[in-house]
T-cell receptor
Framework: EAQVTQNPRYLITVTGKKLTVTCSQNMNHEYMSWYRQDPGLGLRQIYYSMNVEVTDKGDVPEGYKVSRKEKRNFPLILESPSPNQTSLYFC?????????????FGPGTRLTVL | EDQVTQSPEALRLQEGESSSLNCSYTVSGLRGLFWYRQDPGKGPEFLFTLYSAGEEKEKERLKATLTKKESFLHITAPKPEDSATYLCAVQAGTNAGKSTFGDGTTLTVKP
């Protein structure tokens, strides 16, 4: 089944404890992206990747890191999480490197930072 | 900076009562406008892509249209299963990977 998977789905952590949220897609998509969604708001783009080893900042990159060493994986790293990073996170992938084809979204990771 | 504004924030309809959702945008060089549906606790699901003013796309009870300033998602004779949040997103300019989403319209259809 073609899909985007994220792990973990739920995570409660404490301020300053490094964490990684994994994202993997099995559709051989070139483009991948991370978003956060806060109550009543749409998705805000954190980082995106046009292809392996190519990443760029979205609108809200502060406090996050990403890497794209393999085409299928695009982990999101919070090196020192803070309470304002409590949010619902979505990973997405798209067939073309321009991202102009539709994005397929993962199920989301609900993160709480205490 | 690209801006996307969706209205209304929330819309309550009776089953069968047709209506429209609005997505207005301010961008430099629209490359594509996307509509997604999001059910509670789930990731968005793709509905339509529109590329140029005058373009229209249809799928079941949904029809999306695009002008130079806004897009409409028309819902004809909605059913309770159409209840969801509808998100609009744009890609514009020379930054090919950047996507800007609106805050969404939450649609509730009562039987």
């Amino acid at each position: 089944e073609a899909q985007v998977t994220q792990n973990p789905r739920y995570l409660i952590t404490v301020t300053g404890k490094k964490l990684t949220v994994t994202c993997s897609q099995n559709m051989n998509h070139e483009y991948m992206s991370w978003y956060r969604q806060d109550p009543g708001l749409g998705l805000r783009q954190i980082y995106y990747s046009m292809n392996v080893e190519v990443t760029d900042k979205g609108d809200v990159p502060e406090g996050y890191k990403v890497s794209r060493k393999e085409k299928r994986n695009f982990p999101l790293i919070l090196e020192s999480p803070s309470p304002n990073q409590t949010s619902l996170y979505f990973c997405a992938s798209s067939l073309t490197s321009g991202g102009l084809s539709e994005q397929f979204f993962g199920p989301g990771t609900r993160l709480t930072v205490l | 900076e690209d801006q996307v504004t969706q209205s209304p924030e929330a819309l309550r309809l009776q089953e069968g009562e047709s209506s429209s959702l609005n997505c207005s945008y301010t961008v430099s060089g629209l490359r594509g406008l996307f509509w997604y549906r999001q059910d509670p606790g789930k990731g968005p699901e793709f509905l339509f892509t529109l590329y140029s003013a005058g373009e229209e796309k249809e799928k079941e009870r949904l029809k999306a249209t695009l002008t130079k300033k806004e897009s409409f998602l028309h819902i004809t004779a909605p059913k309770p299963e159409d209840s969801a949040t509808y998100l609009c997103a744009v890609q514009a300019g020379t930054n090919a990977g950047k996507s800007t989403f609106g805050d969404g319209t939450t649609l509730t259809v009562k039987p």
